[in-house]
């Protein structure tokens, strides 16, 4: 996640969230969110790797995973 690297200020995406109206849907995505925008966010979700192509050796395909 941006904010987790330090490209985005975690105050200021909460900001943004607040101010936001309240027919607007916003979508976050990425890893390490902060436990205040687990706890602000309606919908939480952590994905989990089953199989994935890459275990077995074939390299990463564009339009797939980049």
């Known amino acids: 996640m941006a904010i987790d ?5 975690l105050e200021d995406v ?11 849907h916003l979508i976050l995505t990425g890893r ?8 602000i966010a309606d919908l939480v979700t952590e994905m989990q790797e089953i199989k994935h192509p890459y275990s077995q050796g074939i390299a990463a395909q564009k339009g797939i995973e980049y």
Not at 5 to 9: M, S, V, Y
Request: hydrophobic share 40%; net charge negative.
């Open 14 to 24: 909460k900001n943004a969230i607040a101010q936001k109206p309240p027919e607007l």
């Open 32 to 39: 390490n969110a902060p436990t205040e925008l687990i706890e």
């Open 5 to 9: 690297f330090g490209l985005l200020n």
